[in-house]
């Protein structure tokens, strides 16, 4: 497998809990406050994570130009 569908993989991943933490903040913020910053905190930092892995695929790509 290459660096790039790697990336790509990960991304997907990565996407698919950002979106669930989220829809859970979301679903959170009218019973737990506390719970649903929790779970924004960790969509953020997913979020962090994504895109740096956005850059590094844009990296690869370029250089196999």
Known sequence: MTKVSTFIEDQIRLN?????LIEEAYNLRQTDHALSDISEFR???????LN??????????????
Not at 16 to 20: A, D, F, L, V
Not at 43 to 49: G, M, V
Not at 56 to 64: F, V
């Open 16 to 20: 698919n809990k950002y979106k669930q």
């Open 43 to 49: 969509a953020i930092k997913l979020l962090d994570e």
């Open 52 to 65: 740096k892995l956005k850059f590094l695929s844009r990296e690869q790509q370029q250089a196999s130009i």
